[in-house]
């Protein structure tokens, strides 16, 4: 591979959009695929949306906007991801709607290209299975977290059948896009979503108990933690929904710790999920 790989990604929503945008403000060529060109026109504003504000603070250099958004093309045509050299899979967190994407690039990517899924719980080698046993040596876990644009974590995940020098290119692209990429073994949760589980759900125990209220507790771990944003505020921004799914996940992995909380699940089924604009734990801005 070269130091400007032919990048695809499939998903253009929240997390799939600003990968795409990380990897061609870095100079990469980026296909990006989504299931409608509505969404994909959507993503686009977007991340022009993103550039506006980044520029104006001084995250990217002036006049990178154009050039950034010209190196993304979209499709809805997963075919055309036949010249990829690396493709990361965006979609929802749900192992049969990811395990259909994979049969496709399976089937469409050539056989050296890359496939790294982005997804925050599921086992690497649960998704890796939903491919040929030739490919699985080039498939690998690159966990970016939200916002992608602003967040310099990726954890990379091999498999049991990930080659060494999957891993190792891995890395090396999301180190060469500016990102931190850190190694982690392959368990449910990974490492850094066990470490917030746990914390958001003791504090969604902390509500239940009337200890303090989800704008307080928010205020209270930005001044004492540090926390660029407090739990509630977090899980308005990724959705309760996926929280819960998330800690279903770990919970029947490891047990009573991550069981999920009685409110957190009552708030869910009642759409009380937040994202873009909808409430959630805080009224939407």
Not at 118 to 126: E, M
Not at 226 to 254: N, R, V, W
Not at 268 to 274: D, T
Request: glycine letters at 8%; aromatic letters at 6%; hydrophobic letters at 40%.
């Amino acid at each position: 591979m070269t130091d400007k790989e032919k990048i695809g990604v499939v998903g253009a929503g929240l997390m799939g959009a600003e990968i795409a945008l990380v990897f061609a403000l870095a100079g990469h060529d980026v296909l990006l695929t989504d299931l409608t060109d509505e969404g994909l026109a959507r993503a686009v504003d977007r991340l022009g949306t993103i550039l506006d504000k980044g520029i104006a603070r001084g995250f990217y250099a002036a006049g990178t906007k154009e050039a950034a958004l010209g190196r993304i093309a979209t499709t809805t045509d997963r075919e055309r991801f036949a010249d990829r050299d690396f493709v990361t899979e965006a979609v929802f967190e749900r192992e049969d709607v990811k395990a259909e994407v994979y049969r496709d690039l399976d089937r469409i990517c050539r056989p050296d290209c890359i496939i790294a899924t982005n997804t925050s719980t599921i086992p690497i080698a649960v998704l890796a299975s939903h491919v040929s046993p030739e490919r699985r040596r080039v498939f690998v876990g690159t966990h970016y977290f939200s916002p992608v644009s602003r967040m310099k974590l990726v954890e990379v995940i091999p498999a049991f059948d990930t080659a060494p020098e999957t891993l190792e290119t891995a890395l090396r692209l999301c180190r060469a896009v500016g990102k931190t990429a850190l190694p982690i073994k392959d368990v449910p949760g990974f490492a850094v979503n066990r470490l917030l589980h746990v914390f958001m759900i003791e504090a969604v125990r902390l509500v239940e108990e009337g200890v303090a209220t989800p704008e307080d507790l928010d205020t209270a771990c930005r001044l004492g933690l540090g926390h660029p944003m407090g739990p509630f505020e977090l899980m308005d921004a990724t959705t309760s929904s996926l929280c819960l799914q998330a800690q279903e996940i770990m919970h029947d992995a490891y047990g009573e710790r991550f069981r999920p909380r009685p409110l957190l699940k009552q708030r869910v089924a009642a759409g009380l999920v937040g994202g873009r604009g909808k409430p959630g734990w805080r009224r939407p801005s």
